[in-house]
């Protein structure tokens, strides 16, 4: 079984659509992120959370929201996609901060 | 402005050679650096760690050597074997105030073992 679960695993939709990508995990760690990786290019930091109560901005934002519904649980919401946000995501979590983080298979999103 | 580059997009090596993938970072707040190794449709999956007080961690097959005056480490896989054929990527933490937290990446190094 999968320590941090991503779905949907692949995803396409159109412009202008409200998408939602979920994270969960098994590993009882507080801290969890979401990166974003284009092609070419490392994974750049969205958001990251050290528990429910407790979400933080990171080098890229603007255009997205997240929510930490549970410790287990972190979603990343586009509210309106553009086709600039076409690119694979990633969820991690960690224990703490200096701990190596652990990522779960990722989703790949397509904004047509 | 890149902070963790990775000069290389791909590098191969024969079969039981050395491979050696090398990182240069620009922010002198990073204190915490990893390796981390990806195969196609999978998340990065965790290798190897160095903290800067250290300038070297060696775990089988890989060490980390890191060298802060240079703002340089570098990755030694000895053997190399067909199943390390992947994308390496060198990440960094900064001990910045604010409880800033998350890794920064480079754009990662493409080893092919070569049979």
């Known amino acids: 079984d999968a320590d941090v679960t991503q779905t949907p695993r692949n995803r396409i939709t159109k412009t202008g659509k409200r998408i939602m990508l979920e994270c969960s995990q098994t590993?009882?760690?507080?801290?969890m992120y979401w990166y974003r990786q284009d092609p070419g290019l490392g994974l750049r930091l969205i958001y990251y959370s050290f528990d429910v109560k407790d979400i933080n901005k990171g080098e890229i934002s603007d255009g997205y929201s997240v929510s930490r519904q549970a410790q287990a649980k972190f979603s990343l919401s586009l509210e309106s996609a553009i086709p600039n946000q076409t690119a694979l995501y990633f969820c991690?979590?960690?224990?703490?901060?200096?701990?190596?983080?652990?990522f779960g298979d990722g989703t790949r999103l397509s904004i047509l | 402005d890149q902070q963790v580059k990775q000069n290389s997009p791909s590098l191969s090596v024969q079969e039981g050679r050395i491979s050696i993938l090398n990182c240069d970072y620009t922010n002198s707040m990073f204190d915490y650096f990893l390796w981390y190794k990806k195969y196609p449709a999978e998340g990065p999956t965790f290798l190897i760690s160095?903290?800067?007080?250290?300038d070297k961690n060696e775990d089988g097959r890989f060490t980390v050597f890191l060298n802060k005056s240079a703002k340089h480490l570098s990755l030694h896989i000895v053997p190399s074997q067909p199943g390390d054929s992947a994308v390496y990527f060198c990440?960094?933490?900064?001990?910045?105030?604010?409880?800033?937290?998350?890794?920064?990446f480079g754009k990662g190094t493409h080893l092919i073992i070569q049979p």
């Open positions: 991690a979590t960690s224990p703490g901060q200096y701990i190596p983080q652990h």
């Open positions: 990440a960094a933490r900064s001990h910045s105030g604010g409880g800033a937290d998350g890794l920064t």
């Open positions: 590993k009882g760690h507080d801290r």
């Open positions: 160095i903290s800067s007080i250290k």
